[in-house]
Every structure is written in C-alpha cells, then in structure tokens.
C-alpha cells in the first residue's frame, strides 16, 4: 500500500523551530518529487515546498523562504522539513505529498494524513 | 509567482452536470491538476492534465483546459462529490506550484 506519514507536528513558541518528518513506503521513493502543503485552520490550501527525486533542485513559497529547508533521505525513505523562526501565520495542519513525476509536474498524487503545526506563545 | 482563482462556491442538482473552473496565467504554459477535499480528511488527487484520472476515481470525472482555464466536470454529480475541490499547477516562477482558493462543490 502506497503510503505517507507525517509526524514531528506540535506547539511551539514564535521564533522557535521544528522538523517535519514524512516517512514513505509503497513505491520508489527516490523516484519521485515531493512536497509539503500546508492548510491553515479553516483555510485553503498552501504549497510550502518542493525536492525533486534526487536533492538536486528545490523550491520553496515566498511565505517560508529563507526560514524553512526541505531535505530528504532516500535511503530511508524520508521527506523532511526544518522550520526555524515560526510565527503565528505558519500555524497549519501540514501535508507531504507525492509528484507525479521525479523533477516536479504540481501534481500530487498521494498525500499523507498531515500534522498539526501550531505556533504561539 | 502567479496565482489561480476559482469560484467560492457552487451548487448541483443531484444527477446534474457541473463544470468547477479554475483560471490563471500559468495554465497556458503548465497543465492543472485537481484535488477534492471532504471535511476533516486530506486532498485526493482526481485528475491532471488532459486525461490522467487516478485509478479508483470514477469516471465521471473529467478534465479540461483552454487558454489560461482549465475545468474539471462532473457528469451526473453524486452526494459523495460534495466537498471542496481545488486546482493548482506549476508556477511560472522556477520550481514553484500554486493553488487555487478552492470551490466548495453543493450537491442538491
């Protein structure tokens, strides 16, 4: 079963950090793109980041560039996200997600569960 | 970066034909995908680019796209089809992706 788990969410004061963990299973992991997307209480949705198959190119929205580095492990099958300097507006359930193809097309074919992020004092 | 919009909201009579459109610059160049959300549950994928329907989404899915609009239609709406759905593409600016504000989808 095709498969993404997102854990490392919480409550964290503004200006503290946090690290995103999505653990893959079910298919080639370093096949494909990923992201993170985040959805904010009530809101739509919002891309964060992208890293293509192999680390080699990586994307991030105005909003977190700067503050937020997305990495992976392929040989554990991994997708990661370090959050420094949070702030209030970062507070969202946050998604990873599966390309459709190993660079990036925007297509997100498989989405894990998500994990709340909340930012305040 | 560039941005999609679509219609807040609309509404299906049960059986009924409706089309959720979704406009942009970066849709002339990049295709769109789309996405349906139901409350408390994440995105599922639907459709992309001018035939890709995931394996298990019924086919009366469907996609389409002109010009700087892409749409997707839902031939005969169900009750489970109610729910919010959204688009997104990649971004003219370099490795970047951009969502829509979402259409939350009635079905009466």
């Known amino acids: 079963e095709v498969q993404l788990v997102e854990s490392g969410g919480g409550l964290v004061q503004p200006g503290r950090s946090l690290r995103l963990s999505c653990a893959a299973s079910?298919?080639?992991?370093?096949?494909?793109?990923m992201h993170w997307v985040r959805q904010a209480p009530g809101k739509g949705l919002e891309w964060v980041s992208y890293?293509?198959?192999?680390?080699?190119?990586?994307g991030y929205a105005d909003s977190v560039k700067g503050r937020f580095i997305i990495s992976r492990d392929n040989a554990k099958n991994s997708l990661y996200l370090q959050m420094n300097s949070l702030r209030a507006e970062d507070t969202a359930l946050y998604y990873c997600?599966?390309?459709?193809?190993?660079?990036?097309?925007?297509?997100?074919?498989?989405w894990g569960q998500g994990t709340m992020v909340s930012v305040s004092s | 970066s560039s941005e999609l919009t679509q219609d807040p909201a609309v509404s299906v009579a049960l059986g009924q034909t409706i089309r959720i459109t979704c406009q942009g610059d970066?849709?002339?160049?990049?295709?769109a995908s789309w996405y349906q959300q139901k409350p408390g549950q994440a995105p599922v994928f639907v459709f992309y680019g001018k035939n890709i329907r995931p394996s298990g989404i019924p086919d009366r899915f469907s996609g389409s796209s002109s010009g700087n609009t892409a749409s997707l239609t839902i031939t005969g709406a169900q009750a489970e089809d109610e729910a919010d759905y959204y688009c997104?593409?990649?971004?003219?600016?370099?490795?970047?992706?951009?969502f829509g504000g979402g259409t939350k989808l009635t079905v009466l």
């Open positions: 997600a599966k390309d459709y193809s190993s660079s990036s097309v925007g297509a997100f074919e498989i």
């Open positions: 890293i293509n198959y192999n680390s080699g190119s990586t």
């Open positions: 079910g298919f080639s992991f370093d096949d494909y793109a």
């Open positions: 970066s849709l002339r160049t990049y295709y």
């Open positions: 997104n593409s990649r971004d003219s600016s370099a490795n970047h992706v951009v």
